[in-house]
């Protein structure tokens, strides 16, 4: 019996983007709240179909790494960086010998820096190595060309038959590392020239303009509309809790919103009875129709005693990623008369923004009293009720 087909890819992120500007790698920065390389690794690691995705990095870019691959949702799809070289050539045959032990079927080479490759893309280039020994994505050249020289223009360039090539680029697994051996110390432009020079015979397959590769600011920007404009599925979810206080003199503090915030009184809990975070992870829950916080953290599940809440919510927002969405807002009213919410608000704020990882401005915590009536106004607990917005691709993406 023959093993089944694999499909493994390759991310390229050790480049250094020095025509990106700014403190980070482009891989690195920001795109709506997530590194761009998350995005990237999303797009594959959700893919039915693709089986290992393993990612070349600078050996300086460790911890960025293991940020982005946080924020992506990983997963055991995602297999242990390998280190990339002094060229990107480099790079990806070191990334593909570290591919070897699996021997996959089929390998796809994607740039870390290209996050919006879309699900169809994805499967039309592994579809048509069923065909080829390669598989290039392009997108016909629809500007008039024009050759240029010292400042002036020159000839008009005949543009039939010309197209712009895209990542990812697909591959037989054992052609193309054979390939990128064979070629090791010269200077090729993509993998596709490679497997040019190889005499493979190279499928092409309909790219999309939305492919981008962020290049400039400007690249980064436009990634953030194009991601705003999918993401027209707009939901809203809310979330309640309660939790008594013990005695007076159990407690030196309590913990709200992922802070620990001193108080007289114990909350009495399962977990560590962070209002806050359980009312804010109840509401993510409900916007994508998830159920509650407790389905998936049963109480009376031993492992689940004494927990911090950080992890509940954290949980949460990983869903909403697996899902291809992004969490717009969240919105805490935590209702006590004791312990005093305000001086420790912007510690608050701050801390649910890095759970989730997104900015703080999409962060809000607020408190009230209940006027001195019911169970708060008696000081016999405390309550917490949340918003949270998410935002989910709106159709199926091409």
């Known amino acids: ?193 490679v497997a040019e020079h190889a005499k493979m015979a190279i499928g092409l397959v309909d790219g999309a303009e939305d492919n981008l590769k962020i290049t400039t600011q400007d690249d980064l920007m436009r990634a953030d509309g194009l991601i705003a404009a999918r993401l027209g599925d707009v939901r809203t979810g809310s979330g309640f809790d309660v939790h008594k206080f013990d005695a007076p003199g159990t407690a030196s503090e309590i913990m709200l919103c992922g802070i620990p915030v001193p108080h007289d009184c114990d909350t009495v809990g399962h977990s560590d009875a962070d209002v806050g975070l359980h009312a804010l992870t109840d509401a993510i829950l409900g916007s994508i129709g998830a159920g509650d916080i407790g389905e998936h953290f049963p109480p009376s599940d031993p492992q689940w005693r004494g927990a911090a809440s950080w992890k509940f919510l954290a949980h949460a927002a990983s869903l909403v990623a697996e899902r291809g969405g992004v969490i717009a807002s969240a919105d805490i009213t935590i209702i006590c008369e004791r312990p005093k919410v305000g001086p420790h608000r912007p510690a608050m704020r701050k801390r649910v923004a890095e759970i989730l990882s997104i900015a703080e401005d999409r962060v809000s915590v607020k408190a009230t009293t209940t006027e001195a009536l019911g169970f708060t106004g008696r000081r016999e607990g405390i309550a917490a009720q949340a918003v949270a917005t998410v935002r989910l691709p709106l159709t199926a993406e091409l």
């Open 1 to 193: 019996m023959t093993a089944p087909a694999s499909t493994a890819v390759l991310i390229v992120a050790a480049g250094r983007g020095h025509r990106f500007g700014g403190e980070l790698p482009k891989q690195y920065a920001q795109l709506r709240g997530a590194p761009v390389l998350s995005h990237t690794l999303r797009a594959f690691l959700k893919h039915p179909d693709v089986t290992h995705v393993v990612t070349a990095i600078h050996p300086d870019d460790r911890e960025l790494y293991d940020a982005a691959a946080q924020a992506s949702g990983a997963g055991e799809k995602l297999l242990p960086p390998t280190h990339g070289g002094a060229e990107r050539q480099d790079s990806v045959r070191f990334g593909l010998e570290a591919l070897e032990a699996l021997s996959p079927s089929k390998v796809l080479i994607q740039d870390g820096a290209r996050p919006l490759a879309s699900a169809g893309l994805i499967t039309r280039v592994i579809d048509a190595l069923d065909k080829h020994a390669a598989a290039l994505p392009c997108v016909a050249v629809t500007d008039t060309l024009k050759r240029v020289a010292d400042g002036l223009v020159g000839e008009t360039v005949d543009r039939t038959g010309l197209a712009r090539a895209q990542t990812p680029q697909g591959f037989r697994y054992n052609n193309i590392l054979a390939a990128h051996r064979a070629v090791a110390g010269d200077a090729l432009t993509d993998d596709a020239a």
